[in-house]
């Protein structure tokens, strides 16, 4: 099976011409000359970027996310190519209305008419995995009601083992490729792709954001109705925005633009770095703004999730980058183990400043991200650094954040715009403050925990009868503590006894006076 998907692919690769994309290069051109001469029988009326849009959907979901993610990088493919791609992000062909209508009967087990006041057959978004229908509920609410694509289960599941195959030859064939460790790279990426074909996981995801952005200052996040979900369909508020890539109406709007991407920036942050819990499908086609000009979130299945390890790492290295501190960029790398101990910081810190220090002081439009990722990618690669696989999609929000900045903005400092947020943040993990929310947190464990230390430490001692000098000495520790006690107790009455003697005499004193 694998085998006939890899003919599928290069099939379609020939078929749509898309050897124009990979042999352009003038290193190359012998060899697209030597393609087209033995694929002559073929004849485009279509321009290039549309070819390669219907190859990506003719090769299903994986591709189609793939080209969602090009076309936000502006900056790194021809506007053409990231103008058609853009209509992958909600205008992939949909599957008919009357099918998406029989598949919510069954999943209901009864007519549609009985369980929506209204439902509209015709899809107003369609992606690789899903599709959007608006409805009406009985009560009246307005709703968006999002449906599976039938079958889309084993096509994800064909693409996902033939990325294993393909992982495995690349860590087998290329030694080096290890470091990238490409086989958990795609395990990550088929642990949120399977989170995605849940819906029921993409419901509890936006409630959980919901939550997290009760305020509604910057970000509304849609009510999630449980009633009618299920892990095959969700129903959620309908939302009513005008999406992010029409900058030109929301600036009729009176939306104020270089405001929305600096919102967009502290969004970012605050999903990463207060929550541990952010979106990490932020292309235009899932973000609208409402006409106050608050950002309005939609298609939850995708969520990246950091723990408090990886939030400090990656706090520091922000704050440090922003300060220019390399050195201490080089030493957090060392410290969390993703590069080899005996590395020398300083060697690694010029490594860094090289790739670093040339985009300071620069507006966004003037910054690549892509090509500073690229090369950090081969400063890494000269270190032996390891590529950790939990933080593959924080990288890519990142890359979309930039290129939503950058289509907002192009004059937005992402630098200045983060710096106080992370030092605020900073502050409040391992300052005064820090130290107090931690006593909240876990001061109530503390109490409870605190008198089964004995137990729990005798216990550990019982199961490990071979440390007999271990044993031994906490013996010894425990008798010093019970006689420490007993002066302590001694001492104690003395010093009762003292002060009562003290309080007769003076009480005698004064009767005496």
């Known amino acids: 099976m694998r085998v006939l998907r890899l003919f599928k692919i290069l099939s379609v690769f020939v078929t749509y011409g898309l050897d124009e994309f990979v042999f352009s290069h003038p290193r190359t051109v012998a060899v697209l000359s030597i393609s087209r001469g033995l694929f002559f029988w073929r004849r485009f009326n279509a321009p290039r970027a549309i070819r390669l849009r219907l190859a990506l959907e003719k090769l299903g979901p994986i591709f189609v996310k793939f080209g969602q993610a090009l076309s936000t990088r502006r900056d790194l493919i021809p506007l053409d190519i990231a103008d058609e791609l853009a209509r992958l992000q909600d205008q992939v062909p949909p599957f008919p209305g009357e099918e998406a209508q029989k598949m919510l009967e069954v999943i209901y087990g009864r007519p549609l008419t009985e369980v929506f006041a209204a439902f509209d057959r015709t899809p107003v978004a369609s992606a690789s995995v899903a599709q959007v229908h608006f409805a009406v509920l009985k009560d009246g609410q307005e709703a968006a009601v999002k449906i599976l694509r039938p079958n889309v289960e084993k096509a994800i599941a064909r693409d996902v083992a033939l990325l294993y195959t393909l992982a495995r030859i690349l860590e087998r064939s290329i030694p080096e490729s ?98 541990g819990f952010f979106h990490a499908d932020m292309h235009p086609g899932n973000i609208q703004v409402a006409d106050d000009g608050r950002y309005i979130g939609l298609d939850f299945g995708i969520i990246g999730t950091l723990n408090d390890t990886d939030k400090n790492y990656l706090a520091q290295n922000f704050l440090a980058f922003f300060r220019r501190d390399y050195h201490r960029v080089a030493v957090a790398h060392i410290e969390a183990g993703w590069i080899p101990p005996d590395t020398r910081a300083d060697e690694f810190e010029s490594a860094i400043r090289a790739v670093c220090e040339p985009i300071f002081d620069k507006p966004l439009r003037e910054i690549s991200f892509g090509k500073v990722l690229l090369r950090l990618f081969q400063v890494s690669r000269r270190f032996n650094m390891e590529i950790q696989p939990q933080l593959v999609m924080l990288q890519k929000t990142l890359l979309n954040v930039e290129g939503l900045g950058r289509d907002l903005d192009p004059e937005l400092d992402l630098w200045k715009t983060a710096k106080p947020f992370l030092e605020r943040w900073m502050s409040e993990q391992v300052g005064w403050r820090g130290l107090v929310r931690a006593l909240r947190q876990e001061g109530g464990q503390w109490v409870t925990r605190v008198p089964e230390l004995p137990r729990l430490f005798h216990r550990a001692l019982s199961v490990l009868p071979e440390h007999n000098a271990l044993r031994q000495e906490v013996q010894r520790l425990q008798q010093q503590q019970r006689s420490l006690q007993r002066w302590l107790t001694f001492v104690l009455v003395l010093l009762g006894v003292l002060t009562g003697v003290a309080f007769a005499l003076m009480f005698l004193f004064l009767q005496g006076g």
């Open 178 to 275: 290890r470091r990238l460790r490409p086989v958990e790279v795609v395990a990550e990426f088929e642990k949120h792709l399977q989170d995605e074909m849940d819906l029921m996981v993409e419901a509890s995801n936006a409630s959980q954001l919901r939550r997290n952005f009760s305020d509604k200052r910057l970000l509304i996040i849609p009510e999630v109705f449980w009633d009618y979900c299920d892990t095959r369909v969700m129903v959620m508020e309908r939302m009513k925005g005008t999406p992010i890539s029409q900058v030109d109406l929301l600036r009729t709007k009176g939306v104020d633009i270089p405001k929305l991407a600096r919102d967009g920036v502290e969004i970012f942050f605050t999903q990463v770095f207060r929550d």
